[in-house]
């Protein structure tokens, strides 16, 4: 009975609450409301209760058994003391070892960055400048993800993100920027922050046209599409880079795109983005941890290997709105990455479900409910003029 209970079996509603009416004389198909459609809500209740598909894409992907490279469960350290002591023989290496070495080359990345901008910016704007500028910017994230090991394979390089384009990638972790940006410039978009943020931002948009929006511009939604429409508007401005889906999801899925980044027109370069698990875990639950010990976790972790696709470029098509060209990009990237593509809009990770959502499957129910008893109304009352007509 509990396995019936948890198993998804699929199909449609109307299908699903036939299959509920089996047992009864009544059937879906004569547009009449039955006690037991109640079933079908409370069976969907329970199922999200019991395996919700969005909450679970918020939290750590979890291996089958520890390979002594991974970190995402310490509970398979326990299981005999030869493997307590490889463990913490691995402890001692990441930690005292490899640690220092990284978040030294953190420092000097970062330190070259804000040094090193800044100091272009003081030049005029020409090609000199640009080169420059992608140079600095190249090195210092080059140096960064030494300082994170990453192991980085790039595919299908002949579709990199142009000038003037717009780059659209999945998000898994803050350091998808780093990953992305060691194999060419891009334009970051952002709000300004303050302290250690703020110096580095401001540094950076000396000497590259980065796009940072104040906190009162974000909440403006047309002044946010205005700027990004002018950057791409200059064909010789590097590439936007863009998260549509607006938070991290834990290297399982692709979750809604927010239609925002579609309406500004231009080309659209997507890059699926996968991290590979078994060496280290690069999902940040910002839930859990905040900024700076999520970093220690990626600089105490073995190694970070991820796989990079660049998708051939995707233009709207004729009659397609914002919301569908999304979505065909999204499908798209989950398809080459391997990731489940999910139509759950990400925000549910600190949100409510949407009104939306719930008139949407109102709307379904009442229509098959009362729509077919209204058709089978109207069918009789055109048969009956008809029938007056006739005689």
């Known amino acids: 009975m509990l396995t019936r209970l948890i ?5 449609s ?6 299959e509920l009416r089996r047992y009864r004389t009544q059937s879906i198909s004569r ?6 459609d109640s079933f079908y809500f ?15 894409r918020f ?10 490279l991974t970190r995402t469960n310490h509970n398979f350290h326990y299981i005999s003391l030869r493997l307590t002591i490889i463990w913490g023989l691995g402890v001692i290496i990441r930690y005292c070892v490899l ?21 272009v910016g003081f030049l005029p704007k020409n090609r000199v400048k640009t080169w420059l500028s992608e140079l600095v910017h190249l090195m210092c994230y080059r140096i960064c993800a030494r300082g ?10 002949e579709n990199k993100p142009q000038k003037g384009g717009i780059c659209v990638a999945n998000h898994t972790s803050p350091i998808d920027i780093v990953i992305l940006a060691n194999d060419g410039c891009y334009a970051m978009v952002g709000q300004c922050h303050g302290g250690l943020m703020g110096v580095i931002q401001r540094s950076m948009v000396r000497s590259c046209p980065h796009v940072w929006f104040e906190r009162s511009e974000m909440r403006d939604r047309h002044a946010v599409t205005s700027r990004l429409r002018a950057h791409v508007a200059a064909k010789t401005n590097l590439p936007i880079l863009i998260f549509p889906e607006g938070t991290c999801i834990n290297n399982t899925s692709v979750m809604m795109f927010k239609k925002g980044s579609f309406e500004i027109g231009g080309t659209i370069y997507p890059v699926a983005i996968k991290y590979d698990p078994r060496f280290g875990d690069a999902f940040w639950n910002s839930a859990k941890y905040n900024m700076v010990s999520y970093l220690l976790r ?5 190694a970070i290997v991820v796989n990079v696709w660049y998708l051939p470029p995707m233009t709207r098509e004729e009659g397609e709105d914002a919301a569908q060209f999304a979505n065909r990009v999204k499908s798209a990237i989950a398809h080459q990455g391997g990731l489940l593509d999910m139509a759950w809009d990400g925000s549910l990770k600190r949100d409510k479900v949407k009104e939306e959502f719930k008139e949407q499957q109102q709307k379904m129910y009442s229509s098959m409910v009362v729509g077919k008893k209204r058709r089978k109304s109207e069918t009789f009352r055109k048969d009956n003029q008809d029938t007056v007509i006739l005689e």
């Open 7 to 11: 198993q998804r079996e699929g199909g």
């Open 13 to 18: 509603m109307e299908q699903e609450m036939g």
């Open 31 to 36: 547009g009449e409301f039955a006690l037991s």
């Open 42 to 56: 409370y069976r969907k209740g329970l199922e999200s209760i019991v395996d919700d598909q969005v909450t679970q």
């Open 59 to 68: 939290s750590s992907e979890e291996l089958v058994s520890w390979n002594l």
């Open 99 to 119: 640690f220092p070495l990284r978040i030294t080359l953190a420092i000097i990345g970062l330190s070259w960055l804000v040094i090193g901008t800044t100091l």
């Open 148 to 157: 994170l090991s990453a192991t980085i394979q790039y595919h299908n390089k």
């Open 298 to 302: 990626m600089m105490t972790s073995w």
